[in-house]
């Protein structure tokens, strides 16, 4: 199973672009890189999902480069609500999954 | 559309006491599903995935079990808990019959208080 090492916390204040990285540099040929958000006392939800180059959604961008060792996610205009953990998963191999495991994720704080 | 339940929501349980929690799934047939544990302020802990009925893997092998009895059904199992299986306990399941691979879809959580 590929690791993930993303920072601990960072700062933004409101109307900046947050970009998080995420390092996975034992990746897997098949392994798709999967961004979730969590709020306290919540359970994560999906943001953004790729397996190379860029993926762009309504509420997020997915940066992967050709070595797919890193991914970074890009959150534009931050607002208040946007404070919460971030997690990077890699993983889904297989088209049945089995084992997602989560790394430490990144606790984002976003100042008015 | 899929859904995902799980309860109780909130317990409070002394040392010693057993534990059940349980999560079904419902709009959808032959779902992964997961079972995380939160510790407050921490990331989260894989606890068991099962990828089919009565198929259970285990991630933590403490004083916890998890059983899958039916198809969209999963449910995690104490004898005696400890102290530290306080925490934020999550159910999630993924599926096959998704647009993306591997996406996670969360219950609404568990909290439990062991005192």
């Known amino acids: 199973l590929a690791k993930t090492t993303q920072p601990i916390s960072m700062d933004s204040y409101e109307g900046q672009e947050v970009n998080i990285t995420c390092s996975h540099n034992?990746?897997?040929?098949?392994?798709?890189i999967t961004w979730y958000q969590q709020f306290p006392s919540q359970g994560p939800r999906f943001i953004i999902q790729?397996?190379?180059t860029k993926v762009t959604n309504e509420v997020a961008s997915l940066f992967i480069p050709a070595d797919r060792k890193s991914s970074t996610l890009s959150l534009p205009r931050v607002s208040l609500s946007d404070t919460a953990v971030y997690y990077c998963?890699?993983?889904?191999?297989?088209?049945?999954?089995?084992?997602?495991?989560f790394g430490t994720g990144t606790r984002l704080q976003v100042f008015p | 559309s899929q859904t995902i339940h799980q309860w109780p929501a909130t317990l409070v349980q002394p040392v010693g006491s057993p534990l059940s929690l349980e999560c079904t799934v419902e709009?959808?047939?032959?779902?992964?599903l997961y079972w995380y544990r939160q510790a407050a302020g921490r990331g989260l802990q894989l606890l068991f995935y099962?990828?089919?009925?009565?198929?259970i893997s285990s991630e933590v092998p403490q004083n916890l079990s998890a059983s899958r009895p039916q198809d969209r059904q999963f449910i995690l199992s104490s004898k005696k808990l400890l102290l530290s299986d306080s925490g934020f306990y999550l159910c999630?399941?993924?599926?096959?019959?998704?647009?993306?691979?591997?996406?996670?879809?969360f219950g609404e959580g568990s909290r439990l208080t062991v005192l």
């Open positions: 099962s990828v089919g009925i009565g198929q």
């Open positions: 999630a399941w993924s599926g096959v019959d998704r647009g993306r691979t591997g996406e996670l879809f």
């Open positions: 034992n990746i897997a040929t098949n392994d798709y």
């Open positions: 998963l890699v993983g889904a191999g297989s088209y049945n999954t089995d084992k997602l495991i």
């Open positions: 709009g959808t047939s032959n779902p992964n």
């Open positions: 790729g397996y190379k």
